[in-house]
């Protein structure tokens, strides 16, 4: 008989653990941006379960690390640059965000905790605040990176696609989205947004290092 497994949904139509597959898929087939991963036993899903997706999603994989010449494959980040990254303590929790200077680490902003957010959202808003800020000082060719492809695809749409439900505990993040939509749809931009390989660089500099 195989070993049970232990499955977490962080982003599905349902979250938390569920003992089968077959339910869990129920909740993310088809569901855009669905975050998932299997366990090998209830307690390491369950403490899983009260983290991010990004905690964990390159870990205990059948996938092989990485060998120097696959490295060498996405070359080097681009150190004059700034990169952005979320935290969220729950889905949905405690969400803030921030950006620094990938070179040294530098941060030059940070927003929240909001209640009730969800890492996705914090991904888009960070994406959001740092093209805003460079445009504000003219910096129009400094390239950002993000390592969420989700927020990634929510610019480029110019809009924050999520899910979450909003009550009075969380309007003002409802109002922060619609204020980032809005900047979208009326700015232009020349900052290249480009995708921070973790698994050839390691962890995003904006990490909170919270693993």
């Known amino acids: 008989m195989p070993n049970k497994k232990f499955y977490v949904v962080w982003n599905g139509r349902k979250t938390g653990v569920f003992t089968s597959w077959k339910v869990c898929k129920a909740q993310i087939d088809g569901y855009e941006g669905a975050q998932y991963k299997s366990f090998a036993n209830l307690e390491e899903a369950e403490k899983a379960s009260k983290g991010k997706y990004d905690d964990y999603k390159g870990k205990n994989t059948k996938k092989p690390t990485?060998?120097?010449?696959e490295k060498e494959k996405y070359?080097?980040?681009?150190?004059?640059?700034?990169?952005?990254?979320?935290?969220?303590a729950g889905n949905p929790g405690r969400m803030e965000y921030r950006g620094v200077l990938t070179h040294n680490k530098q941060q030059i902003f940070i927003k929240g905790p909001f209640k009730k957010g969800t890492n996705n959202i914090g991904e888009f808003l960070a994406l959001v605040h740092g093209i805003a800020l460079l445009k504000s000082k003219n910096q129009h060719t400094l390239p950002i990176y993000s390592d969420s492809k989700i927020a990634m695809s929510w610019i480029k749409q110019k809009k924050c696609k999520t899910n979450l439900h909003f009550d009075a505990s969380n309007?003002?993040?409802?109002?922060?989205?619609?204020?980032?939509?809005?900047w979208l749809k009326n700015n232009s931009f020349k900052n290249p947004i480009l995708k921070w390989e973790t698994k050839a660089w390691g962890e995003i500099p904006a990490d909170f290092g919270r693993k």
């Open 75 to 88: 070359g080097k980040p681009i150190l004059e640059s700034i990169a952005v990254d979320a935290a969220c």
């Open 171 to 182: 309007k003002d993040l409802l109002e922060l989205i619609k204020r980032a939509e809005n």
């Open 66 to 69: 990485l060998t120097s010449s």
